[in-house]
């Protein structure tokens, strides 16, 4: 491929370092798996040729506007997608990329609109965390070139880049703490079936009881509870069961919430592991026993490295990053 001459490019870094392209890109990119040594081998080559990274070099030498990231969250608002949102930003702008952002609420056709503006705008890559539903529509822009990376949740009908969190396991070790703890009637309770990342969390759950030879009792199973009040309803009508739970994990934290409202209002025997960080006042007020904790601004770095080495090195295999939650609380082991 032919290219400005006298213009440093990711070869000429890697040539100067003595190192392959991908471990150019990754040491630049600041990933996981780079030696130190290598590391301040490859970044004092770069600033010895003044490298600039080849997507923004093109777009500049082209006279167009520098090289844009388009980021698609579920929800602005939401603490969790805003911490993803902060720390793909700080990599994006350490490359001198501009970010656009935008939300789709979960809903599959706000998702389309937003990736269709953003391709109109000419983004040359997109890091989704994705709406449920099938969006293999986005093949002919990856075809084209555009960079698609996927943090939190796969995309569906698409192999992309992608960076999760080991959500089953995360589950599945949350009822063996409860167990270990001596409860034998679990529960659980989630706000939309239709997430990958809750289908994952309930999978865990009944893995967990299967491995404690615990009945899957469909009372103590509550998977559309869309809010908190919802989540309140659900485990009222659980306590108020001849057996009732003496244990619940939460597969979201909105659901939590709910029920440590119903903790507090009754002051039932319940022991709550609640899914990502309890930051509200309910679940601080009412800490649970076990936070298992996917950490957003770690799936954030790591969705907007691979971002960057793609833009660097397009061609390869595509990646799956499965990063193990983390567990804290007074059921820790």
Same mark, same amino acid.
């Given at each position: @491929?032919?290219?400005?001459?006298?213009?440093?490019?990711?070869?000429?870094? %890697? !040539?100067?370092?003595?190192? =392959?392209?991908?471990?150019?890109?990754?040491?630049?990119?600041?990933?996981?798996?780079?030696? +130190?040594?290598?590391?301040?081998?490859?970044? !004092?080559?770069?600033?010895?040729?003044?490298?600039? #990274?080849?997507?923004?070099?093109?777009?500049? *030498?082209?006279?167009?506007?520098?090289?844009? &990231?388009?980021?698609?969250?579920?929800?602005? =608002?939401?603490?969790?997608?805003? *911490?993803?949102?902060?720390?793909?930003?700080?990599?994006?702008?350490?490359?001198?990329?501009?970010?656009?952002? %935008?939300?789709?609420?979960?809903? +599959?056709?706000?998702?389309?609109?937003?990736?269709?503006?953003?391709?109109?705008?000419?983004?040359? %890559?997109?890091?989704?965390?994705?709406?449920?539903?099938?969006?293999?529509? /986005?093949?002919?822009?990856?075809?084209?070139?555009?960079?698609?990376?996927?943090?939190?949740?796969?995309?569906?009908?698409?192999?992309?880049?992608?960076?999760?969190?080991?959500?089953?396991?995360?589950?599945?070790? *949350?009822?063996?703490?409860?167990?270990?703890?001596?409860?034998?009637?679990?529960? &659980?309770?989630?706000?939309?079936?239709?997430?990958?990342?809750?289908? !994952?969390?309930?999978?865990?759950?009944?893995?967990?009881?299967?491995?404690?030879?615990?009945?899957?009792?469909?009372?103590?199973?509550?998977?559309?509870?869309?809010?908190?009040?919802?989540?309140?309803?659900?485990?009222?009508? @659980?306590?108020?069961?001849?057996?009732?739970?003496?244990?619940?994990?939460?597969? !979201?934290?909105?659901?939590?919430?709910?029920?440590?409202?119903? &903790?507090?209002?009754?002051?039932?025997?319940?022991?709550?592991?609640?899914?990502?960080?309890?930051?509200?006042?309910?679940?601080?007020?009412?800490?649970?026993?076990?936070?298992?904790?996917?950490?957003?601004?770690?799936?954030?770095?790591?969705?907007?490295? /691979?971002? @960057?080495?793609?833009?660097?090195?397009?061609?390869?295999?595509?990646?799956?990053?499965? /990063? +193990? #939650?983390?567990?804290?609380?007074?059921?820790?082991?």
């Amino acid at each position: @491929m032919s290219r400005a001459a006298g213009r440093p490019t990711l070869f000429d870094v %890697a !040539q100067r370092a003595g190192v =392959s392209l991908k471990t150019a890109s990754r040491a630049l990119n600041g990933e996981y798996g780079v030696a +130190p040594s290598t590391s301040a081998r490859v970044q !004092q080559a770069a600033t010895d040729l003044g490298f600039r #990274p080849n997507r923004l070099a093109r777009s500049l *030498a082209a006279g167009g506007p520098s090289a844009a &990231v388009g980021l698609v969250l579920s929800s602005v =608002s939401d603490p969790f997608f805003a *911490a993803i949102c902060g720390a793909v930003e700080s990599l994006v702008v350490a490359r001198d990329l501009q970010l656009l952002s %935008a939300s789709h609420g979960d809903d +599959p056709e706000r998702q389309l609109a937003i990736i269709r503006t953003f391709v109109e705008r000419r983004v040359d %890559a997109l890091i989704v965390v994705p709406a449920p539903g099938d969006a293999s529509y /986005l093949r002919p822009e990856l075809e084209h070139g555009v960079v698609v990376v996927a943090i939190d949740r796969p995309i569906e009908g698409l192999d992309v880049d992608t960076v999760v969190v080991d959500n089953v396991g995360g589950a599945r070790e *949350a009822v063996a703490r409860l167990v270990a703890r001596g409860h034998r009637r679990i529960a &659980v309770a989630g706000d939309d079936p239709r997430l990958w990342t809750l289908r !994952q969390r309930h999978l865990g759950y009944r893995e967990g009881l299967a491995a404690a030879g615990l009945p899957d009792d469909p009372a103590l199973v509550a998977l559309d509870c869309r809010d908190a009040d919802g989540a309140a309803v659900a485990v009222r009508r @659980m306590l108020a069961l001849a057996d009732p739970p003496t244990a619940l994990v939460a597969i !979201q934290f909105v659901a939590g919430r709910g029920v440590a409202r119903v &903790v507090r209002e009754t002051g039932a025997a319940l022991e709550v592991a609640v899914f990502d960080e309890p930051i509200d006042t309910d679940l601080l007020a009412d800490p649970p026993v076990l936070v298992v904790a996917s950490a957003p601004e770690r799936l954030g770095r790591c969705g907007a490295a /691979l971002a @960057m080495e793609r833009l660097d090195c397009p061609d390869g295999p595509s990646r799956q990053v499965v /990063l +193990p #939650p983390v567990l804290h609380g007074t059921a820790s082991r």
